[in-house]
């Protein structure tokens, strides 16, 4: 997983042809805590996704903008542009993930 170290390599994903996930987490969120064990196992199921991980701290103002209310969130963006969001303040399952990933699958552009 990829994890930016500042707001211009942030922004050079955001713009990339394929389908970018940004996964926006704090190591001090327990609900991020959980679903980290199995983040390894939902990025190798979906590989035609890139993953990008959000310290929500570290970007405060881009989870702001974007409205990040709630971590761990997920936001699937294509060509700059956002395709959906899995964002709320529920804790979410390696099955839920899934299932909204798969969403974005059959979508071609």
């Not at 926006?24 to 990008?52: G, H, K, L, R």
């Not at 970007?59 to 761990?72: C, D, H, S, T």
């Amino acid at each position: 997983m990829i994890a930016p170290q500042s707001y211009e390599e942030l922004a050079a994903y955001l713009e990339q042809r394929e389908k970018t996930v940004f996964f926006f987490t704090a190591d001090w969120c327990p609900d991020c805590q959980f679903i980290y064990p199995a983040m390894p196992e939902i990025e190798a199921e979906n590989s035609d996704f890139t993953f990008v991980r959000v310290d929500r701290d570290a970007f405060m103002e881009v989870a702001q903008r974007w409205n990040i209310f709630g971590i761990p969130s997920f936001i699937v963006v294509e060509n700059g542009r956002e395709l959906g969001r899995l964002v709320n303040k529920q804790r979410k399952t390696k099955a839920q993930i899934n299932a909204f990933l798969a969403e974005f699958k059959a979508h071609q552009s």
